[in-house]
């Protein structure tokens, strides 16, 4: 399996990035590879006309966008990490979801990975992303979530004795979580390659 990781934090320091190195790590341990696109580096302009190849913008797109969206075609499936921002998902990462289409993110399954660096939050970007992120990129959301709360204390090498009981039991769902995402990787491959995921009439979801 090949997956495609993203990074939605646009703060260069911010904690989901420690995270998508370790899931990064933990596919490489399991067999499978990864493509990380960490939103922070890859400082997206926002959305315009010129994604589709019109006006002065256009080749600006075609130069910052066409080697991502190489990338993003090869995977097989997606892990997206969404830090809390007063509730909200961040600007950055609803724009990623303005640029990807069904060629990028069709029918391939994804997790999602709600984060907030402290507190008890974390809930409403799993509901944000599960209720409009999807429509035109027919990205296949997972049943699951995984939701990292005091994300600045887990999943590094050194762990607070405080945190320890939510770090064990958050590594051990997550693992879980890969496991259940290389097996809907494998069934909608299938699916794709049945050619029924593609209809030139319906391009985009309602």
């Known amino acids: 399996m090949h997956v495609a990781i993203i990074s939605g934090s646009h703060r260069p320091g911010g904690e989901t990035h420690h995270i998508a190195a ?18 922070a580096e890859a400082n997206l302009p926002l959305w315009d006309e010129g994604m589709w190849g019109m006006g002065e913008t256009a080749p600006m797109w075609k130069e910052k966008w066409g080697p991502i969206s ?3 075609q090869q995977a097989e499936a997606f ?27 069709g029918h391939k399954p994804a997790l ?23 429509k035109n990129c027919k990205i296949a959301y997972l049943p699951e979530h995984l939701i ?4 600045g204390e887990i999943l590094k090498a050194e762990v607070k004795p405080e945190f ?41 979801g309602m």
């Not at 892990?79 to 993110?105: D, H, Q, R, S, W």
């Not at 999602?112 to 999807?134: D, F, K, Q, W």
């Not at 990292?148 to 994300?151: G, K, T, V």
């Not at 770090?167 to 050619?195: I, K, P």
């Open 79 to 105: 892990i997206i990490l969404a830090p809390e921002y007063a509730g909200m998902v961040p600007a950055t990462l609803k724009n990623f979801f303005l640029l990807v289409g069904g060629k990028e993110c």
């Open 148 to 151: 990292f709360r005091h994300a």
């Open 164 to 204: 320890q009981s939510n770090d064990a039991y958050m590594q051990e769902r997550a693992r879980w979580c890969l496991q259940l995402l290389a097996g809907y990787a494998t069934g909608l491959n299938a699916v794709r390659a049945s050619g029924l995921s593609h209809h030139e009439k319906f391009p985009f």
């Open 22 to 39: 370790w899931f990064a790590a933990e596919l490489q341990k399991s067999g499978h590879s990864s493509y990380t696109l960490n939103l």
């Open 112 to 134: 999602i990975c709600a984060i907030t660096s402290s507190g008890t939050n974390g809930a409403y970007p799993v509901s944000e992303l599960r209720a409009s992120s999807y």
């Open 70 to 72: 190489a990338e993003l």
